[in-house]
């Protein structure tokens, strides 16, 4: 698939995932086999207000990730335009439009799905946006709003005639939040109805999942999120084919890449908490997880951490699968 003239070289790719899609995160999953990845979601006002932490901290990237697709957020055109310019000058390859967060504090300032909820005033931002962007320009969208507005097909329609190269569309409602199963059946209306790359996301835990979206749907590329998380490797096509053992061992070099890449990404507090964060997820719904969680949340030092890990995956069996896995955002 392009984006524009961003190739995508494979099907499915990381899903940006607020406090979790950060440059860490985003290389193992790239190293793993993500086709291409997407930051978190970075607020346009930040960006503007040349706020540190957004500028240099949020919208930061790895040269190893390249292509890169940074993620922005916003509900003006005052903001998201200055904001959009910023990263395309920073060397984003493409620069996509939050248009699908459903979290109460992104909506309730007009951000996020908000958007979704007056496309004559969203068309107007997409147009100024794609005045200065030189680079492809995508959206991210839900369903709609709630289920007495399933606008998903109206919206994808409008980018398209502004200028918008891609669209990824999650196919649940703003009022669903995560819960419920989403109807695949809409993103296939959204693929029906326009020109441009469809990517589809929501339900998808596996390649095989990926693959039966793309041939239910027609997406040209699928992201992958939750089900991505504590398991970069989803994105492998050979790790099913693995030994237990073999499984294991890669897990392990996965893990053994990923804590000191968020060590040296955040500030000491902050990468701690990331690092006990990430490791918790990646210990899954095995044995024991409960008691180790507690363990493992309240080290207090990096070495501490990895001290409590260690011991926990060294005592895991690995011919014994992980129980579904229990995430705690």
């Not at 990381?14 to 790239?30: C, D, E, F």
């Not at 969203?122 to 709609?144: C, D, H, N, Q, Y």
């Amino acid at each position: 698939m392009f984006i524009g003239n961003v190739e995508v070289k494979g099907l499915a790719r990381l899903a940006p995932m607020a406090g979790i899609s950060n440059a860490a995160y985003r290389t193992v999953a790239r190293e793993c086999g993500s086709a291409l990845t997407t930051s978190e979601e970075i607020d346009a006002t930040g960006l503007t207000r040349k706020n540190t932490k957004t500028r240099y901290d949020i919208a930061k990237y790895l040269p190893e990730e390249k292509p890169i697709a940074l993620q922005i957020l916003g509900s003006n055109a005052e903001t998201l335009v200055p904001g959009a310019q910023w990263l395309q000058d920073q060397g984003a390859d493409i620069i996509d439009l939050n248009m699908g967060c459903p979290v109460q504090k992104i909506t309730k300032t007009g951000r996020g799905s908000a958007m979704m909820k007056d496309i004559e005033k969203t068309a107007k931002i997409l147009e100024a946006m794609r005045a200065v962007l030189t680079i492809p320009f995508t959206i991210k969208i839900r369903s709609g709003w709630d289920e007495m507005h399933l606008n998903a097909v109206e919206v994808a329609k409008m980018a398209e005639d502004v200028g918008v190269d891609a669209i990824t569309v999650h196919p649940r409602t703003r009022s669903q939040q995560f819960s419920g199963l989403s109807k695949w059946d809409m993103i296939s209306q959204v693929v029906d109805a326009v020109n441009i790359p469809v990517t589809g996301n929501g339900d998808v835990k596996s390649m095989s999942d990926a693959r039966r979206m793309a041939a239910e749907t027609g997406v040209e590329s699928v992201m992958i999120g939750r089900g991505a998380m504590g398991k970069p490797w989803v994105f492998d096509e050979s790790f099913e084919d693995l030994s237990p053992a073999g499984k294991y061992e890669y897990q392990s070099r996965v893990i053994d890449r990923h804590m000191p890449l968020i060590m040296d990404h955040f500030p000491e507090k902050v990468g701690l908490i990331q690092m006990q964060r990430h490791l918790s997820w990646y210990a899954g719904g095995r044995d024991r997880v409960r008691t180790f969680r507690v363990e493992l949340f309240g080290a207090e030092s990096y070495q501490e951490t990895r001290d409590v890990f260690d011991r926990y995956w060294a005592s895991v069996d690995p011919s014994v699968s992980e129980q579904p896995n229990v995430v705690i955002v």
